[in-house]
């Protein structure tokens, strides 16, 4: 898991300790850095200091030739244990004497270098000159000490600034761990109301205000906000229920309505046709003709009723969710369309449709609408209708292609909207109501239905269903 991923305390913790590692590694090795260096140039100095002493004191056995007394000279380095090798030259260049005197001559240079001092590898090596004050020089000085005085004060150093890192970041850890909960406690706290706010939709809880700086104000944002939210929700669900009372009462009042106009319609067309049978001879043609028109009328009202009576019941009187095989369904439309079929000589084929969870009686409305539409709407072709299927993995999209007249572009909505038509009765038949009437099947199942056309190209209904049971319940 990354940083990003972990809970704010954890990330709160290991942005303290890693700042505080930061500081500190910075700052012990640049401690550790100059006590090196100074430590190099301290024993550097010492030893250029321990060589003057000794070419001082040598300078009276090189003038008199005294190898014994120089010897004696080098002896005294017994008492710096990190002095490894010395040596004596004379002005010609040839060692005169040496220490340790058992050192083999070949662990001493063969001739002086350049008088200096200067760290080799592991050790620091020096020449000097051998004078007296004022005089000709009478040979060099060869001193080369180890490093380990060096070595080990680095790594006493070393152990202090890693004692000293440790204990510091146990000191920050606990402080840290003490500390960040009060930065931590109030951002949790409104991290939780916020979950709990999401997972229960409740906006009438408030966040515990825990402290007066920064994150106080942003408790009180917070509250503010929940309160806003609080006044804006209880108004939605109070609109909502409005609503629905109000759909309610429209789809009771359509329901009872329609009913309540079916006997005094049923009356208004048996009389005029009883008129028409008993006195139609004594009437002339203009007589007869307003009486097909009152005919008529009743009939057309009398199918809009029922089309407005089966509009209310997809809500109302809609059959619980179960498995449908979709290939009966479309098996009973062509039995219910088969005279239309056969008079426009139409073609309707399939695809292997599926099995979804359905009511079956509007599955069958819905096609039956969708298929009698594109026969109904024909060109001057054979009408075609393909019903096809897309299988995806929440919902299945079903296809009702035809070849029909087309829909504009700027209609594709309005068609879907009740007693919405595009075209006159005396053109093509109908109320209006049914595209509505597949909107709304479609929508208590828990999908969504559209559109795509083009003005004598065809059209092409599109209704997609959930995988699983989504609808309303009837």
């Not at 010609?92 to 200067?118: H, I, N, Q, T």
């Not at 050790?123 to 051998?130: K, S, T």
């Not at 939605?236 to 309540?260: C, G, M, T």
């Not at 009202?301 to 449908?324: A, H, Y």
Request: aromatic share 6%.
């Amino acid at each position: 898991m990354s940083l990003r991923d972990k809970p704010i305390r954890q990330k709160l913790m290991a942005i303290l300790l890693l700042t505080s590692a930061v500081v500190l590694v910075l700052t012990c090795a640049t401690l550790l850095a100059s006590e090196f260096v100074t430590f190099r140039q301290t024993t550097l100095k010492n030893l250029s200091t321990l060589g003057g002493i000794i070419a001082a004191n040598s300078t009276a056995s090189l003038a008199f030739q005294n190898e014994g007394d120089a010897r004696e000279i080098l002896a005294a380095l017994r008492a710096e244990p990190h002095i490894v090798a010395a040596g004596v030259y004379d002005k010609d260049g040839k060692l005169f004497a040496r220490y340790p005197a058992d050192l083999p001559v070949a662990a001493l240079p063969a001739v002086p270098d350049r008088d200096g001092y200067r760290f080799e590898r592991s050790h620091l090596v020096g020449f000097g000159p051998v004078a007296q004050a004022g005089n000709a020089r009478l040979g060099t000085l060869y001193l080369k000490s180890d490093l380990t005085a060096v070595y080990g004060t680095l790594r006493l150093a070393g152990a202090i600034v890693a004692l000293v890192m440790g204990v510091s970041l146990v000191v920050a850890y606990l402080l840290s761990a003490a500390l960040q909960g009060m930065i931590s406690r109030p951002i949790l706290a409104l991290a939780q109301i916020a979950k709990g706010v999401s997972d229960r939709q409740d906006y009438s809880v408030r966040a515990p205000k825990l402290a007066e700086d920064e994150l106080g104000l942003l408790t009180d944002s917070f509250n503010q906000m929940l309160g806003r939210i609080e006044g804006q929700d209880r108004t939605l669900r109070k609109l909502i229920a409005e609503l629905e009372r109000s759909n309610k009462e429209l789809e009771q009042f359509a329901y009872v309505a329609s009913h309540d106009l079916q006997e005094p319609l049923r009356m208004v067309s048996s009389y005029t046709e009883l008129l028409e049978r008993r006195y139609g001879d004594k009437l002339d043609d203009r007589g007869r003709t307003f009486i097909n028109f009152a005919v008529d009328g009743a009939v057309r009202m009398q199918r809009l009723i029922n089309d407005l009576l089966e509009f209310s019941r997809v809500s109302t009187r809609g059959k619980p969710m179960q498995p449908v095989d979709v290939n009966r369904v479309l098996g009973v439309v062509r039995a219910n369309l088969s005279v239309a079929i056969r008079e426009a000589g139409a073609l309707v084929t399939n695809d292997e449709l599926p099995t979804v969870m359905a009511d079956e009686t509007q599955l069958v409305q819905l096609l039956q609408n969708l298929v009698g539409n594109a026969i109904k709407f024909r060109g001057g072709e054979r009408p075609q209708v393909h019903v096809s299927v897309q299988r995806g993995a929440a919902e299945c999209v079903f296809a009702v292609r035809d070849n029909g007249i087309g829909i504009a572009r700027e209609y594709y909505e309005r068609i879907f909207v009740i007693f919405q038509r595009l075209h006159a009765r005396s053109e093509y038949p109908g109320t209006g109501i049914g595209l509505a009437m597949c909107r709304r099947i479609v929508e208590r199942h828990g999908g969504r239905i559209w559109v795509e056309s083009a003005p004598g190209q065809g059209s092409t209904f599109y209704f997609a269903l959930p995988k699983g049971h989504r609808g309303q319940a009837p």
